[in-house]
Protein backbone atom coordinates (compact mmCIF):
# COMPACT_ATOMS: atom_id res chain seq x y z
CA UNK A 1 0.00 0.00 0.00
CA UNK A 2 1.43 3.54 -0.94
CA UNK A 3 2.63 5.32 -3.84
CA UNK A 4 4.18 3.41 -5.66
CA UNK A 5 8.27 4.55 -6.42
CA UNK A 6 8.31 6.85 -9.68
CA UNK A 7 11.68 5.33 -10.96
CA UNK A 8 12.03 3.34 -14.13
CA UNK A 9 14.40 0.70 -15.14
CA UNK A 10 15.45 0.36 -18.89
CA UNK A 11 15.96 -3.42 -19.58
CA UNK A 12 18.29 -2.91 -22.97
CA UNK A 13 20.96 -0.19 -21.43
CA UNK A 14 20.04 -0.51 -17.60
CA UNK A 15 19.47 2.98 -17.48
CA UNK A 16 17.64 4.54 -14.39
CA UNK A 17 15.11 7.34 -14.54
CA UNK A 18 12.62 9.20 -12.16
CA UNK A 19 10.29 11.35 -13.25
CA UNK A 20 7.08 13.37 -11.99
CA UNK A 21 4.81 11.62 -15.15
CA UNK A 22 2.76 8.67 -14.26
CA UNK A 23 3.88 6.70 -17.33
CA UNK A 24 7.08 6.68 -18.84
CA UNK A 25 6.92 5.49 -22.81
CA UNK A 26 10.87 5.08 -23.69
CA UNK A 27 14.51 5.02 -22.20
CA UNK A 28 15.63 8.56 -22.42
CA UNK A 29 19.01 7.13 -23.09
CA UNK A 30 18.92 4.83 -26.03
CA UNK A 31 14.86 4.93 -26.74
CA UNK A 32 14.16 1.62 -25.71
CA UNK A 33 10.19 0.65 -24.76
CA UNK A 34 11.26 -2.44 -22.78
CA UNK A 35 10.92 -0.36 -19.20
CA UNK A 36 10.13 -1.05 -15.66
CA UNK A 37 8.65 0.65 -13.03
CA UNK A 38 9.89 -0.48 -9.53
CA UNK A 39 7.82 -2.90 -7.74
CA UNK A 40 8.44 -1.01 -4.02
CA UNK A 41 6.46 1.52 -2.46
CA UNK A 42 7.17 4.88 -0.78
CA UNK A 43 7.83 4.58 2.73
CA UNK A 44 3.88 5.23 4.17
CA UNK A 45 4.65 8.56 5.98
CA UNK A 46 5.25 9.73 2.55
CA UNK A 47 1.59 8.85 1.51
CA UNK A 48 0.68 10.00 4.97
CA UNK A 49 2.04 13.07 4.64
CA UNK A 50 0.43 14.07 1.45
CA UNK A 51 -3.23 13.35 3.03
CA UNK A 52 -4.49 16.28 5.05
CA UNK A 53 -5.15 17.81 0.73
CA UNK A 54 -4.73 14.10 -1.59
CA UNK A 55 -7.65 13.26 -0.56
CA UNK A 56 -9.43 16.61 -1.50
CA UNK A 57 -8.55 16.24 -5.04
CA UNK A 58 -5.02 18.14 -5.24
CA UNK A 59 -3.63 19.17 -7.30
CA UNK A 60 -6.55 19.97 -8.94
CA UNK A 61 -8.19 23.05 -7.45
CA UNK A 62 -11.54 21.28 -6.06
CA UNK A 63 -14.14 22.83 -3.85
CA UNK A 64 -13.48 20.34 -1.02
CA UNK A 65 -9.62 21.57 -1.20
CA UNK A 66 -10.73 25.46 -1.36
CA UNK A 67 -13.20 24.49 1.40
CA UNK A 68 -11.16 22.05 4.13
CA UNK A 69 -7.81 23.09 3.32
CA UNK A 70 -6.15 24.15 5.71
CA UNK A 71 -8.21 22.48 8.50
CA UNK A 72 -8.18 23.51 12.49
CA UNK A 73 -6.81 20.71 14.31
CA UNK A 74 -5.33 17.35 14.34
CA UNK A 75 -5.89 14.62 17.01
CA UNK A 76 -3.54 12.22 17.18
CA UNK A 77 -0.56 10.03 19.44
CA UNK A 78 2.70 11.46 20.39
CA UNK A 79 4.39 8.73 18.99
CA UNK A 80 4.23 9.89 15.51
CA UNK A 81 4.60 13.47 16.09
CA UNK A 82 7.86 13.03 13.65
CA UNK A 83 6.90 10.51 11.65
CA UNK A 84 3.64 12.08 10.46
CA UNK A 85 2.77 15.40 12.05
CA UNK A 86 6.03 17.03 10.89
CA UNK A 87 5.93 15.35 7.52
CA UNK A 88 2.67 16.86 6.97
CA UNK A 89 4.16 20.30 7.99
CA UNK A 90 6.50 20.12 5.35
CA UNK A 91 4.53 18.41 2.40
CA UNK A 92 1.67 21.27 3.26
CA UNK A 93 4.15 23.71 2.99
CA UNK A 94 5.95 22.45 -0.36
CA UNK A 95 2.75 21.97 -1.95
CA UNK A 96 0.37 24.50 -1.32
CA UNK A 97 2.14 26.88 0.53
CA UNK A 98 0.08 26.36 4.00
CA UNK A 99 0.62 24.55 6.80
CA UNK A 100 -2.61 22.12 7.01
CA UNK A 101 -3.60 22.85 10.72
CA UNK A 102 -3.19 25.48 13.02
CA UNK A 103 -2.99 23.19 16.23
CA UNK A 104 -2.30 19.31 17.54
CA UNK A 105 -3.64 18.06 20.06
CA UNK A 106 -1.82 15.02 21.70
CA UNK A 107 -3.41 12.17 23.31
CA UNK A 108 -1.72 9.64 25.38
CA UNK A 109 -0.81 6.24 24.42
CA UNK A 110 -3.38 3.52 25.88
CA UNK A 111 -2.00 1.02 28.00
CA UNK A 112 -3.10 -2.25 29.95
CA UNK A 113 -4.61 -1.88 33.04
CA UNK A 114 -1.12 -2.22 35.22
CA UNK A 115 0.50 0.48 32.73
CA UNK A 116 2.15 -1.79 30.30
CA UNK A 117 2.84 -1.29 26.85
CA UNK A 118 -0.07 -3.47 25.16
CA UNK A 119 1.86 -5.81 22.66
CA UNK A 120 1.81 -9.25 20.88
CA UNK A 121 4.38 -11.00 22.36
CA UNK A 122 3.27 -9.79 25.98
CA UNK A 123 -0.47 -10.68 25.24
CA UNK A 124 -2.12 -8.24 26.55
CA UNK A 125 -3.61 -6.45 23.69
CA UNK A 126 -6.98 -5.56 24.27
CA UNK A 127 -8.97 -5.90 21.22
CA UNK A 128 -12.03 -2.84 21.03
CA UNK A 129 -14.11 -5.13 18.49
CA UNK A 130 -13.99 -7.36 22.05
CA UNK A 131 -14.93 -4.90 24.45
CA UNK A 132 -17.66 -3.23 22.04
CA UNK A 133 -19.21 -6.88 21.73
CA UNK A 134 -19.40 -6.96 25.31
CA UNK A 135 -19.79 -3.97 26.77
CA UNK A 136 -21.24 -1.39 23.94
CA UNK A 137 -19.41 0.73 21.37
CA UNK A 138 -20.42 4.11 23.22
CA UNK A 139 -19.18 2.90 26.52
CA UNK A 140 -15.47 2.01 25.00
CA UNK A 141 -15.53 5.53 23.23
CA UNK A 142 -16.79 7.05 26.65
CA UNK A 143 -14.17 5.69 28.64
CA UNK A 144 -11.47 6.27 26.50
CA UNK A 145 -12.38 10.07 25.97
CA UNK A 146 -13.29 10.66 29.34
CA UNK A 147 -10.21 8.29 31.17
CA UNK A 148 -7.21 10.72 29.38
CA UNK A 149 -5.71 14.04 29.91
CA UNK A 150 -4.28 15.56 27.00
CA UNK A 151 -0.89 14.27 26.22
CA UNK A 152 -0.57 11.81 29.54
CA UNK A 153 -1.12 7.82 28.92
CA UNK A 154 -4.07 6.43 29.96
CA UNK A 155 -4.01 2.46 31.92
CA UNK A 156 -7.78 0.61 30.12
CA UNK A 157 -9.28 -0.82 32.93
CA UNK A 158 -12.68 -2.78 32.45
CA UNK A 159 -13.88 -1.71 35.65
CA UNK A 160 -14.21 1.79 34.16
CA UNK A 161 -15.49 0.40 30.78
CA UNK A 162 -18.37 -1.20 32.93
CA UNK A 163 -18.94 1.62 34.51
CA UNK A 164 -19.71 3.63 31.45
CA UNK A 165 -21.84 0.97 30.27
CA UNK A 166 -23.90 1.02 33.88
CA UNK A 167 -24.19 5.09 32.70
CA UNK A 168 -25.33 4.44 29.33
CA UNK A 169 -28.08 2.55 30.99
CA UNK A 170 -28.89 5.03 33.80
CA UNK A 171 -30.07 7.81 30.75
CA UNK A 172 -31.22 4.99 28.93
CA UNK A 173 -33.81 4.39 32.44
CA UNK A 174 -34.29 8.05 32.79
CA UNK A 175 -35.35 8.35 28.71
CA UNK A 176 -37.93 5.81 29.31
CA UNK A 177 -39.35 7.25 32.43
CA UNK A 178 -39.48 10.61 30.88
CA UNK A 179 -41.17 9.28 27.71
CA UNK A 180 -43.36 7.23 30.01
CA UNK A 181 -44.80 10.46 31.50
CA UNK A 182 -44.57 12.15 28.01
CA UNK A 183 -46.46 9.86 26.44
CA UNK A 184 -49.12 9.53 29.45
CA UNK A 185 -49.90 13.06 30.01
CA UNK A 186 -49.34 13.94 25.60
CA UNK A 187 -48.02 16.61 27.07
CA UNK A 188 -45.57 18.45 24.56
CA UNK A 189 -42.29 21.50 24.42
CA UNK A 190 -42.99 23.69 22.21
CA UNK A 191 -39.54 24.97 20.97
CA UNK A 192 -37.01 24.43 22.98
CA UNK A 193 -35.29 28.17 22.22
CA UNK A 194 -38.42 29.86 22.57
CA UNK A 195 -39.62 28.02 25.57
CA UNK A 196 -36.42 28.83 27.05
CA UNK A 197 -37.37 32.10 27.12
CA UNK A 198 -40.30 31.63 28.27
CA UNK A 199 -39.23 29.87 31.28
CA UNK A 200 -37.14 32.39 32.12
CA UNK A 201 -39.66 35.41 32.03
CA UNK A 202 -41.92 33.39 33.93
CA UNK A 203 -39.19 31.78 36.42
CA UNK A 204 -41.16 32.80 39.69
CA UNK A 205 -43.92 30.31 38.69
CA UNK A 206 -41.28 27.57 39.15
CA UNK A 207 -40.78 25.24 41.68
CA UNK A 208 -38.18 25.60 43.62
CA UNK A 209 -36.43 22.49 41.70
CA UNK A 210 -36.71 23.65 38.47
CA UNK A 211 -35.06 27.00 39.37
CA UNK A 212 -32.39 24.65 40.57
CA UNK A 213 -32.31 22.15 37.96
CA UNK A 214 -32.02 25.07 35.12
CA UNK A 215 -29.31 26.94 36.90
CA UNK A 216 -27.22 23.32 36.80
CA UNK A 217 -28.34 23.30 33.29
CA UNK A 218 -27.21 26.21 31.89
CA UNK A 219 -23.98 26.74 34.22
CA UNK A 220 -22.90 22.66 32.79
CA UNK A 221 -23.69 24.49 29.35
CA UNK A 222 -20.89 26.71 29.69
CA UNK A 223 -18.16 24.81 31.72
CA UNK A 224 -18.69 22.37 28.99
CA UNK A 225 -18.15 24.88 26.24
CA UNK A 226 -15.00 26.72 27.87
CA UNK A 227 -13.69 23.49 28.26
CA UNK A 228 -14.36 22.04 24.89
CA UNK A 229 -12.41 25.12 23.53
CA UNK A 230 -9.55 24.66 25.96
CA UNK A 231 -9.63 21.18 24.52
CA UNK A 232 -10.19 19.30 28.30
CA UNK A 233 -12.20 17.02 26.19
CA UNK A 234 -12.09 14.54 29.16
CA UNK A 235 -13.07 16.53 31.98
CA UNK A 236 -16.09 18.36 29.88
CA UNK A 237 -17.51 14.86 29.05
CA UNK A 238 -16.71 13.98 33.30
CA UNK A 239 -18.90 17.20 34.20
CA UNK A 240 -21.57 16.18 31.54
CA UNK A 241 -21.88 12.87 33.30
CA UNK A 242 -21.99 14.13 37.09
CA UNK A 243 -24.95 16.03 35.82
CA UNK A 244 -26.74 13.69 34.58
CA UNK A 245 -26.18 11.03 37.10
CA UNK A 246 -25.34 13.12 40.20
CA UNK A 247 -27.46 15.97 39.80
CA UNK A 248 -30.85 15.11 37.13
CA UNK A 249 -31.10 11.47 37.55
CA UNK A 250 -30.48 11.01 40.90
CA UNK A 251 -32.42 14.17 42.70
CA UNK A 252 -34.06 16.39 40.03
CA UNK A 253 -36.06 13.15 38.53
CA UNK A 254 -36.79 11.15 42.27
CA UNK A 255 -38.40 15.05 42.97
CA UNK A 256 -40.02 14.68 40.03
CA UNK A 257 -42.09 11.86 40.89
CA UNK A 258 -43.12 13.28 44.13
CA UNK A 259 -44.59 16.53 42.01
CA UNK A 260 -45.77 13.47 39.36
CA UNK A 261 -47.53 11.52 41.86
CA UNK A 262 -49.29 14.33 43.82
CA UNK A 263 -50.28 13.20 47.24
CA UNK A 264 -50.46 9.59 46.22
CA UNK A 265 -47.52 8.33 47.72
CA UNK A 266 -48.21 5.01 49.46
CA UNK A 267 -51.71 4.95 47.91
CA UNK A 268 -49.99 3.34 44.74
CA UNK A 269 -52.22 5.67 42.78
CA UNK A 270 -50.61 6.03 39.69
CA UNK A 271 -50.15 9.60 38.19
CA UNK A 272 -52.10 9.08 34.90
CA UNK A 273 -55.26 8.88 37.18
CA UNK A 274 -54.60 11.95 38.18
CA UNK A 275 -55.43 15.43 36.52
CA UNK A 276 -52.32 17.35 35.67
CA UNK A 277 -51.66 19.93 38.34
CA UNK A 278 -51.09 23.89 37.49
CA UNK A 279 -48.84 24.06 34.72
CA UNK A 280 -46.37 25.63 36.99
CA UNK A 281 -46.03 23.23 38.70
CA UNK A 282 -45.56 20.18 36.43
CA UNK A 283 -42.21 19.32 35.90
CA UNK A 284 -42.42 17.54 32.76
CA UNK A 285 -41.78 20.52 30.03
CA UNK A 286 -38.29 20.56 32.29
CA UNK A 287 -37.65 17.49 32.13
CA UNK A 288 -37.96 17.36 28.67
CA UNK A 289 -35.87 20.14 28.07
CA UNK A 290 -32.75 19.06 30.40
CA UNK A 291 -33.24 15.53 29.04
CA UNK A 292 -32.76 17.16 25.26
CA UNK A 293 -30.31 19.41 25.99
CA UNK A 294 -27.96 17.00 27.67
CA UNK A 295 -28.55 14.44 24.95
CA UNK A 296 -26.63 17.07 22.72
CA UNK A 297 -24.30 18.01 24.99
CA UNK A 298 -23.36 14.21 25.34
CA UNK A 299 -23.61 13.21 21.64
CA UNK A 300 -19.82 14.00 20.93
CA UNK A 301 -18.92 11.20 23.88
CA UNK A 302 -21.73 8.40 23.18
CA UNK A 303 -22.79 8.86 19.87
CA UNK A 304 -25.32 5.83 19.61
CA UNK A 305 -27.64 6.13 22.70
CA UNK A 306 -27.84 9.86 22.48
CA UNK A 307 -29.17 9.63 18.62
CA UNK A 308 -31.25 6.68 19.69
CA UNK A 309 -32.94 8.28 22.73
CA UNK A 310 -33.41 11.30 20.88
CA UNK A 311 -34.74 9.97 17.72
CA UNK A 312 -37.22 7.57 19.58
CA UNK A 313 -38.60 10.68 21.81
CA UNK A 314 -39.12 13.38 18.98
CA UNK A 315 -42.40 14.09 19.09
CA UNK A 316 -42.19 14.86 22.60
CA UNK A 317 -39.26 17.36 21.59
CA UNK A 318 -41.95 19.89 20.10
CA UNK A 319 -40.44 21.76 17.14
CA UNK A 320 -36.98 21.48 16.27
CA UNK A 321 -35.72 22.36 12.90
CA UNK A 322 -33.08 19.69 13.01
CA UNK A 323 -34.10 15.87 12.30
CA UNK A 324 -31.36 14.46 14.30
CA UNK A 325 -28.81 15.20 17.28
CA UNK A 326 -25.47 14.74 15.04
CA UNK A 327 -26.83 18.05 12.96
CA UNK A 328 -28.05 19.90 15.77
CA UNK A 329 -26.33 23.05 17.18
CA UNK A 330 -24.30 22.02 20.18
CA UNK A 331 -26.54 23.68 23.42
CA UNK A 332 -24.95 27.27 24.41
CA UNK A 333 -25.07 28.88 28.34
CA UNK A 334 -28.35 31.00 28.74
CA UNK A 335 -27.20 33.20 31.98
CA UNK A 336 -30.84 34.31 32.57
CA UNK A 337 -30.97 30.67 34.15
CA UNK A 338 -28.41 31.24 36.61
CA UNK A 339 -29.93 31.25 40.00
CA UNK A 340 -27.40 31.25 43.56
CA UNK A 341 -30.33 31.42 45.58
CA UNK A 342 -32.23 28.49 43.56
CA UNK A 343 -29.09 26.39 44.07
CA UNK A 344 -28.15 27.83 47.69
CA UNK A 345 -31.58 26.34 48.88
CA UNK A 346 -31.49 22.97 47.47
CA UNK A 347 -27.84 22.62 48.14
CA UNK A 348 -29.02 22.47 51.66
CA UNK A 349 -32.31 20.09 50.92
CA UNK A 350 -29.83 17.84 49.42
CA UNK A 351 -27.02 17.98 52.49
CA UNK A 352 -30.30 17.59 55.10
CA UNK A 353 -31.50 14.14 53.15
CA UNK A 354 -27.94 13.09 52.29
CA UNK A 355 -27.31 13.08 56.22
CA UNK A 356 -30.58 11.54 56.91
CA UNK A 357 -29.79 8.92 54.52
CA UNK A 358 -26.13 8.06 55.81
CA UNK A 359 -27.64 7.21 58.97
CA UNK A 360 -30.21 5.19 57.81
CA UNK A 361 -26.94 3.35 56.05
CA UNK A 362 -25.14 3.14 59.35
CA UNK A 363 -28.01 1.72 61.65
CA UNK A 364 -29.12 -0.32 58.65
CA UNK A 365 -32.53 0.58 58.93
CA UNK A 366 -34.20 -1.01 55.71
CA UNK A 367 -35.09 1.25 53.29
CA UNK A 368 -38.82 0.68 53.65
CA UNK A 369 -39.30 1.84 57.21
CA UNK A 370 -40.15 5.24 57.99
CA UNK A 371 -38.54 7.28 60.61
CA UNK A 372 -39.48 10.13 62.90
CA UNK A 373 -37.52 13.30 63.09
CA UNK A 374 -37.78 16.50 64.62
CA UNK A 375 -36.88 19.35 61.73
CA UNK A 376 -35.53 22.49 64.04
CA UNK A 377 -35.00 24.86 60.83
CA UNK A 378 -34.27 28.37 62.16
CA UNK A 379 -34.89 30.79 59.31
CA UNK A 380 -35.17 27.97 56.54
CA UNK A 381 -38.26 27.28 58.38
CA UNK A 382 -40.51 28.60 55.66
CA UNK A 383 -37.94 27.09 52.84
CA UNK A 384 -38.29 23.73 54.71
CA UNK A 385 -42.30 23.88 54.89
CA UNK A 386 -42.26 24.26 50.89
CA UNK A 387 -40.13 21.42 50.70
CA UNK A 388 -41.35 19.34 53.24
CA UNK A 389 -42.86 16.72 50.53
CA UNK A 390 -38.97 16.49 49.09
CA UNK A 391 -37.44 15.76 52.11
CA UNK A 392 -39.87 13.55 53.86
CA UNK A 393 -40.39 11.37 50.97
CA UNK A 394 -36.68 11.03 49.49
CA UNK A 395 -35.57 10.58 52.91
CA UNK A 396 -38.38 8.14 54.30
CA UNK A 397 -40.02 10.26 57.39
CA UNK A 398 -42.77 9.32 59.21
CA UNK A 399 -45.10 12.24 58.17
CA UNK A 400 -47.17 11.73 61.05
CA UNK A 401 -44.21 11.60 63.33
CA UNK A 402 -42.82 14.66 61.57
CA UNK A 403 -42.59 17.60 63.28
CA UNK A 404 -41.01 21.12 61.52
CA UNK A 405 -40.89 24.00 63.52
CA UNK A 406 -38.34 27.16 63.87
CA UNK A 407 -36.78 26.43 67.17
CA UNK A 408 -37.41 23.39 69.13
CA UNK A 409 -38.00 23.84 73.09
CA UNK A 410 -36.38 20.61 74.16
CA UNK A 411 -34.29 18.24 72.10
CA UNK A 412 -35.74 14.89 71.59
CA UNK A 413 -33.99 12.09 74.15
CA UNK A 414 -32.08 9.56 72.57
CA UNK A 415 -31.80 10.94 69.29
CA UNK A 416 -28.96 11.87 67.32
CA UNK A 417 -28.41 15.35 66.15
CA UNK A 418 -27.35 16.14 62.13
CA UNK A 419 -26.54 20.13 61.66
CA UNK A 420 -27.04 21.04 57.87
CA UNK A 421 -26.45 24.93 58.08
CA UNK A 422 -29.13 26.82 60.36
CA UNK A 423 -30.74 23.45 60.24
CA UNK A 424 -30.96 20.95 63.21
CA UNK A 425 -32.59 17.49 62.52
CA UNK A 426 -33.05 15.42 65.53
CA UNK A 427 -33.39 11.35 64.72
CA UNK A 428 -35.34 9.70 67.62
CA UNK A 429 -33.39 6.43 67.69
CA UNK A 430 -36.02 4.33 69.35
CA UNK A 431 -38.21 4.26 65.90
CA UNK A 432 -35.45 3.91 63.76
CA UNK A 433 -33.79 0.62 65.65
CA UNK A 434 -33.86 -1.92 68.11
CA UNK A 435 -31.80 -0.38 70.79
CA UNK A 436 -31.09 -3.26 72.76
CA UNK A 437 -29.74 -5.19 70.02
CA UNK A 438 -28.05 -1.66 68.37
CA UNK A 439 -25.88 -1.55 71.52
CA UNK A 440 -25.03 -5.14 71.51
CA UNK A 441 -24.02 -4.44 67.51
CA UNK A 442 -22.15 -1.60 68.23
CA UNK A 443 -20.18 -2.45 70.96
CA UNK A 444 -19.13 -5.64 69.02
CA UNK A 445 -18.09 -3.95 65.82
CA UNK A 446 -16.05 -1.04 69.14
CA UNK A 447 -14.37 -4.38 69.97
CA UNK A 448 -13.34 -5.64 66.35
CA UNK A 449 -12.00 -2.23 65.80
CA UNK A 450 -9.66 -2.15 68.89
CA UNK A 451 -8.53 -5.25 67.67
CA UNK A 452 -7.65 -4.10 64.43
CA UNK A 453 -6.02 -1.00 65.64
CA UNK A 454 -4.11 -2.47 67.97
CA UNK A 455 -2.76 -5.17 64.60
CA UNK A 456 -1.79 -2.10 62.79
CA UNK A 457 0.07 -0.34 65.52
CA UNK A 458 1.54 -3.85 66.52
CA UNK A 459 2.66 -3.97 62.78
CA UNK A 460 4.26 -0.22 62.71
CA UNK A 461 5.89 -0.02 66.22
CA UNK A 462 8.10 -3.14 64.46
CA UNK A 463 11.05 -1.78 62.55
CA UNK A 464 11.50 -4.98 60.57
CA UNK A 465 8.20 -4.29 58.91
CA UNK A 466 8.32 -0.79 58.27
CA UNK A 467 12.19 -0.76 56.88
CA UNK A 468 11.71 -4.12 54.64
CA UNK A 469 8.14 -4.11 53.29
CA UNK A 470 7.97 -2.10 50.28
CA UNK A 471 6.07 1.09 50.63
CA UNK A 472 3.07 1.22 49.41
CA UNK A 473 2.46 -1.81 51.89
CA UNK A 474 3.66 0.06 54.55
CA UNK A 475 1.35 3.29 53.56
CA UNK A 476 -1.47 1.05 52.84
CA UNK A 477 -1.58 -0.18 56.73
CA UNK A 478 -1.07 3.67 57.79
CA UNK A 479 -3.74 4.35 55.93
CA UNK A 480 -5.79 1.51 57.79
CA UNK A 481 -4.58 2.41 61.03
CA UNK A 482 -5.84 6.04 60.58
CA UNK A 483 -9.20 4.92 59.42
CA UNK A 484 -9.90 2.46 62.20
CA UNK A 485 -9.55 5.08 64.52
CA UNK A 486 -11.93 7.68 62.53
CA UNK A 487 -14.40 4.46 62.87
CA UNK A 488 -13.83 4.29 66.18
CA UNK A 489 -14.69 7.50 67.21
CA UNK A 490 -17.94 7.44 64.91
CA UNK A 491 -19.48 3.89 66.43
CA UNK A 492 -18.51 5.61 69.60
CA UNK A 493 -20.33 8.32 69.20
CA UNK A 494 -23.64 6.48 68.13
CA UNK A 495 -23.25 4.60 71.64
CA UNK A 496 -23.61 7.53 73.21
CA UNK A 497 -26.27 8.86 71.54
CA UNK A 498 -28.01 5.32 71.71
CA UNK A 499 -27.35 5.66 75.89
CA UNK A 500 -29.07 9.06 75.69
CA UNK A 501 -26.00 10.73 76.72
CA UNK A 502 -26.39 13.15 74.46
ZN1 LIG B 1 17.82 2.45 -22.26
Not at 156 to 162: A, I
Not at 466 to 473: F, G, I, L, S
Request: hydrophobic share 40%.
Amino acid sequence: WGHRIPAWYCDDCGEMTVTTEEKMASCPKCGSLRLRQDDDVLDTWFSSALWPFSIMGWPDETDDLKTFYPTSVLETGYDILFFWVARMIMMGLECTGNIPFHTVYLHGMIRDESGEKMSKTKGNVVNPLDVMEKYGTDALRFTLATGSTPGNDMKLSMTRVEASRNFANKIWNAARYIKQKAESRKQKVTGSEETGKHDAQSSMLHALPDRWILSRYNRLCQSVNELMRDYQFGEAGRQIEDFLWGEFCDWYIEMSKIRLYQGTEGDNQPAEALPPGPAHDDPLPVLLHILEGTLRLLHPFMPFVTEEIWQQLKDEWGNRPYDAVIIAPYPQADASYFDDEAERQMGLIMDIVRSIRNVRAEFTVDPARQIEAVIAAGREFDLLANQIDVVATLARLDRRRLVLQPTVDSKPKQALTLVSGDVEVYLPLAGMVDLEAERARLQKEISSTHQDIERAEKLLANPGFTTKAPAAVVEKERQKLSEGHDRLARLQERLRALSGDQ
